[in-house]
């Protein structure tokens, strides 16, 4: 395919370098420049993750019919906390409802039989998306996002156990030079990786050096590299239908808009600058 690193939006690359055990370190690294964003409870320090043990990716619903709920990765910290990682590629019209469905099902999991005094470890449930939120408010310049449960009237805090961080990736536009953060080079490499063609000289902490040589398609077997291939097809085929879906939606609007122009009397000229449709489109309304 002439790539010379995997791409981490497919199901192949993505679990190629956070879903297995040898790469864990990766995940981690990956994890707590992440969390680093957010910031603690008054007078703590921010949460690192040490360690973590990956768990069975598919969790049974509370019936035996009951709906299951798969994740990219689903692991828990040293300390007992859960995390959820995601790599969503195509908009869903109730996003943050599956967000919330997913995370309540290691919160279940944790009630136990007899006395019991309902504490809970903290989930984490972190979407790492390839497409931006639309009518959520957000500039074009944010896209980290952490949400927690908070009084509306002042904004305190009410329950940090329960946490969701969206990564809208398309919003991301640092160039190398402006790497600065942990957090900003894992966001570049995320968004970067299968169009590099060497590791950035950005890039020198010990885990990106790993990263990189974990990525290198040629280290594949033939095996691998036909399953990756097939991913990256999959892939490319649920974009563009996707962006056709988009662009399609985005030229429905434009002739709605165009209509309403000309039903004011603009002219066809004006129209065309307005909408960027052509004056035979526009005539032809």
């Given at each position: 395919?002439?790539?010379?690193?995997?791409?981490?939006?497919?199901?192949?690359?993505?679990?190629?370098?956070?879903?297995?055990?040898?790469?864990?370190?990766?995940?981690?690294?990956?994890?707590?420049?992440?969390?680093?964003?957010?910031?603690?409870?008054?007078?703590?320090?921010?949460?690192?993750?040490?360690?973590?043990?990956?768990?069975?990716?598919?969790?049974?619903?509370?019936?035996?019919?009951?709906?299951?709920?798969?994740?990219?990765?689903?692991?828990?910290?040293?300390?007992?906390?859960?995390?959820?990682v995601e790599m969503q590629n195509v908009a869903q019209p109730f996003y943050?409802?599956?967000?919330?469905?997913?995370?309540?099902?290691?919160?279940?999991?944790?009630?136990?039989?007899?006395?019991?005094?309902?504490?809970?470890?903290?989930?984490?449930?972190?979407?790492?998306?390839?497409?931006?939120?639309?009518?959520?408010?957000?500039?074009?310049?944010?896209?980290?996002?952490?949400?927690?449960?908070?009084?509306?009237?002042?904004?305190?805090?009410?329950?940090?156990?329960?946490?969701?961080?969206?990564l809208e990736m398309p919003k991301f536009k640092k160039t190398e030079d402006?790497?600065?953060?942990?957090?900003?080079?894992?966001?570049?490499?995320?968004?970067?990786?299968?169009?590099?063609?060497?590791?950035?000289?950005?890039?020198?902490?010990?885990?990106?050096?790993?990263?990189?040589?974990?990525?290198?398609?040629?280290?594949?077997?033939?095996?691998?590299?036909?399953?990756?291939?097939?991913?990256?097809?999959?892939?490319?085929?649920?974009?563009?239908?996707?962006?056709?879906?988009?662009?399609?939606?985005?030229?429905?609007?434009?002739?709605?808009?165009?209509?309403?122009?000309?039903?004011?009397?603009?002219?066809?000229?004006?129209?065309?600058?307005?909408?960027?449709?052509?004056?035979?489109?526009?005539?032809?309304?």
């Amino acid at each position: 395919m002439g790539d010379k690193y995997i791409n981490p939006y497919t199901d192949f690359g993505f679990k190629t370098l956070f879903g297995s055990k040898p790469n864990k370190d990766l995940l981690i690294s990956f994890l707590n420049a992440l969390l680093e964003t957010a910031p603690p409870k008054l007078g703590e320090e921010p949460k690192e993750i040490v360690d973590i043990t990956y768990l069975d990716k598919e969790q049974l619903g509370m019936r035996e019919d009951g709906r299951r709920a798969i994740f990219d990765v689903f692991c828990k910290t040293s300390t007992g906390d859960h995390l959820i990682v995601e790599m969503q590629n195509v908009a869903q019209p109730f996003y943050k409802d599956r967000s919330v469905y997913y995370a309540s099902f290691p919160i279940v999991e944790q009630g136990k039989r007899g006395d019991w005094d309902y504490k809970l470890q903290a989930v984490y449930t972190v979407g790492i998306l390839n497409f931006v939120l639309r009518d959520e408010g957000y500039s074009d310049d944010d896209y980290c996002h952490n949400v927690m449960l908070t009084d509306i009237e002042d904004n305190h805090v009410f329950f940090d156990k329960l946490r969701f961080i969206y990564l809208e990736m398309p919003k991301f536009k640092k160039t190398e030079d402006e790497l600065v953060t942990m957090f900003d080079k894992w966001m570049f490499v995320l968004k970067n990786l299968p169009r590099l063609f060497e590791r950035p000289a950005a890039l020198q902490e010990r885990v990106f050096k790993k990263l990189f040589e974990q990525a290198e398609i040629a280290r594949f077997t033939k095996e691998q590299r036909i399953s990756y291939e097939y991913d990256v097809m999959t892939y490319r085929d649920l974009k563009n239908s996707f962006d056709l879906a988009v662009a399609q939606g985005e030229a429905k609007e434009q002739v709605k808009i165009a209509k309403n122009l000309k039903a004011m009397g603009m002219s066809n000229d004006q129209i065309a600058q307005a909408t960027g449709l052509t004056e035979k489109q526009i005539s032809e309304l």
